[in-house]
């Protein structure tokens, strides 16, 4: 019957091919899914800052902590970035 759903598992996007030019279940693949992830998780508990705000503000251009201050707010909660301020540091050197 058409529109019918068989079975209990369905495969989104299964059929639409790989626009990323990655290979499917490769150690690459699972590098930058884990980066995806990593984006999401919270850097500055303060303020709720993610990690990737933060990297895009380092991509756009800040390279001091003030910087990412500035384009972000990280850093500058009520701990006075004793917790952020070494996170955001160490991705300021990479
Ligand atoms: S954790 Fe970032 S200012 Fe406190």
Redesign the pocket.
């Known amino acids: 019957m058409p529109g019918e759903i068989r079975g209990s598992t369905v495969a989104v996007g299964a059929d639409r091919g790989n626009s990323s030019g990655v290979e499917p279940g490769s150690p690459e693949e699972e590098r930058r899914r884990q980066e995806v992830i990593d984006s999401y998780k919270v ?5 709720k ?1 993610r990690r990737g705000v933060v990297q895009r503000a380092i991509a756009g251009g800040a390279r001091t902590l003030d910087d990412v201050k500035r384009a972000t707010r ?12 070494p996170v955001i540091a160490a991705m300021l050197r990479r």
């Open positions: 850097v500055c508990l303060c303020n800052i990280a850093g500058t909660g009520p701990c006075g970035a004793k917790r952020c301020g």
